[in-house]
């Protein structure tokens, strides 16, 4: 294909797996996921009593057989969803050890094939890129020529500054005024205790929230033999050391990063998935859209 991030073969196994909202959605048109509002669908939602100026075609007759009383039938609407994906692109996302893809291509490939499969089942696709800011929007849309302004978007992305992730999930909770689907693809170089306030803030904002935690395999085992010049690459700053001085301090403390964040995740109900970029997309994917499909006998 003409992108570097996307397999035909892989977007045409996961093609026959829906992706599901967990959260009731808002969106502009008929589609296949549950709403807050009532409609026509022929998922039944609660009975109510009639008042004058109800449609009589919505008259349970059983009902009113067995209580002597007029009740209508309420469904649940159906409408499509729409997804934001927010990626970060501050300089540290540009890590890569050995062989393996870097952060912001495993990235690419996650947000580019989660597109590919929403639009393909109607639903929108948007993307917003962080460095230090909120630098750059793409609105969500269904189109399939959409996709092609998406792709392309993503293969331009150019990781460099600090992050400004924190204040991005803000922006967003505050930009988007209904109920979307929010993919966060971010190594979480901020503060925890800030990021779970930013977490509240998109669940009071009823969105749904998946947070996907990249990391390159050497940012947690620190696998090291040797004196090395470690360089920071958000802001440049860098230190000498000898990695057998450091090593239990280091796997300490990115344990318990790794262990604030999640529970910062679960705190709000969201989505938490430590991927490292030596683990396969296909998979991280096959399992998350998996997990989401609804359980037998509920929607």
């Known amino acids: ?154 293969g331009e992305l150019e990781p460099k500054g600090e992050t400004g992730l924190v204040d991005a999930l803000h922006t967003v909770a505050e930009k988007v005024g209904q109920r979307a689907f929010i993919f966060i693809l971010s190594d979480l170089f901020c503060d925890p205790d800030a990021f779970g306030d930013a977490l509240q803030h998109l669940r009071y904002r009823k969105h749904d929230v998946a947070v996907f935690h990249l990391m390159d395999p050497q940012e947690i085992n620190f696998d090291f033999t040797r004196p090395y010049r470690f360089v920071d690459l958000e802001d440049n700053t860098a230190i000498v050391a000898e990695p057998n001085l450091i090593a239990n301090e280091y796997t300490a403390a990115i344990q318990e990063f790794l262990v604030a964040v999640e529970a910062k995740c679960h705190d709000v109900h969201a989505d938490y998935h430590l991927v490292t970029s030596d683990q396969n997309y296909e998979e991280v994917l096959r399992n998350f859209l998996t997990n989401r499909l609804p359980k037998k006998g509920k929607r």
Request: contains cysteine; neutral net charge; proline residues 3%.
């Open 1 to 154: 294909m003409k992108y570097d991030f996307l397999d035909s073969d892989v977007l045409s196994r996961l093609g026959a797996l829906p992706v599901e909202a967990r959260l009731a959605m808002i969106g502009n048109v008929v589609g296949k996921h549950r709403s807050p509002h009532r409609g026509s669908s022929v998922e039944f939602a609660e009975y109510r009593k009639y008042v004058a100026g109800d449609d009589t075609r919505r008259l349970d007759w059983k009902a009113y057989a067995r209580s002597d009383r007029h009740y209508i039938k309420e469904f649940e609407a159906d409408t499509n969803l729409r997804a934001y994906f927010v990626v970060d692109c501050s300089g540290s996302m540009k890590y890569a050890s050995g062989e393996f893809d870097s952060k912001i291509q495993f990235a690419r490939k996650f947000a580019g094939t989660m597109a590919y499969l929403l639009v393909n089942q109607g639903d929108a696709a948007g993307l917003s890129c962080c460095d230090d800011s909120l630098h750059l929007e793409l609105p969500p849309s269904r189109r399939p020529a959409h996709l092609q302004n998406f792709f392309e978007v993503l």
